[in-house]
């Protein structure tokens, strides 16, 4: 008796736990040998979870990675290491400013929430798990483009200013966004106050793997009278926080 389309997928989502490229990827040829099916078949199966999101592929390397769509599902095990590195991290953050922390990750051109630790003030703020912001009017999307040319940054958030807004804080052109990208990375932190809503500021930074590449980023949002005058403190706890997860993950490593 053959196996079901379910054991079918199922085998070749396990299959990523196999010894692979840096990052968790595949090739294609990797997979099928994995699990012992035709390239061909392996192949139509990937592009199916592709359109899911529980799968994502490298435009340049043509390999496959695991989606965050799927690590979303998968945080509540805890066993994906920069969520499991960054849950406490965000705890500490929660207890130390009283606001709802997060960690979010680039999915294609928006800032994905993956994470969330609740506060226990009364007015709460801040993305939910699965939240996908535009990256040129929030904080997050613009601390993990830090590492980012004016070329891809250009690529990544033409189209979103293209559409108008009625948040007063929100950059209007290219020009503007730039100069915000610029200092912000100067400084480590980004802060983008009534930018995606009126009465809405959100403080961000960077988290790095042992590689020193963007992870994701970590974010406290709030309402803007709460911590407008607090940005430059809530930046300094992020970037600590950032550098603890960054050594954490390095550990896990070795």
């Known amino acids: 008796m053959g196996d079901s389309a379910a054991e079918r997928v199922a085998a070749l989502l396990l299959a990523f736990e196999n010894p692979g490229r840096a990052g968790g990827e595949h090739s294609v040829s990797e997979l099928a040998r994995s699990v012992g099916r035709e390239r061909s078949q392996v192949s139509r199966m990937l592009k199916a979870l592709s359109r899911s999101g529980l799968v994502e592929q490298d435009p340049d390397r043509r ?7 799927l690590r979303i599902l998968s945080t509540g095990a805890g066993n994906y290491p920069l969520v499991q590195a960054t849950r406490p991290a965000l705890q500490a953050l929660v207890a130390k400013t009283g606001e709802v922390a997060l960690l979010s990750v680039q999915e294609g051109n928006r800032s994905l929430t993956v ?11 801040g993305g939910w798990v699965g939240r996908r912001s535009p990256m040129h009017c929030t904080a997050s999307g613009r601390a993990l483009m830090f590492d980012f040319d004016e070329e891809l940054i250009e690529t990544l958030t ?41 009465g809405l500021t959100s403080v961000a930074a960077p988290v790095r793997d042992r590689l020193g590449h963007i992870a994701g980023v970590l974010n406290i949002s709030a309402p803007t009278s709460r911590i407008i005058t607090k940005t430059d403190s809530i930046g300094q706890l992020l970037i600590n926080a950032s550098r603890a997860i960054t050594q954490n993950l390095g550990s896990r490593r070795t």
């Open 158 to 198: 033409t189209d979103d200013l293209k559409i108008p807004t009625s948040a007063p804080g929100a950059p209007k052109d290219l020009a503007s966004l730039l100069q915000r990208v610029h200092l912000e990375r100067i400084r480590g932190y980004s802060v983008a106050s009534e930018e995606v809503e009126i």
């Open 115 to 125: 994470l969330r630790e609740e506060s226990q003030q009364s007015l709460q703020a």
């Open 63 to 69: 390999t496959y990675r695991l989606g965050w769509n």
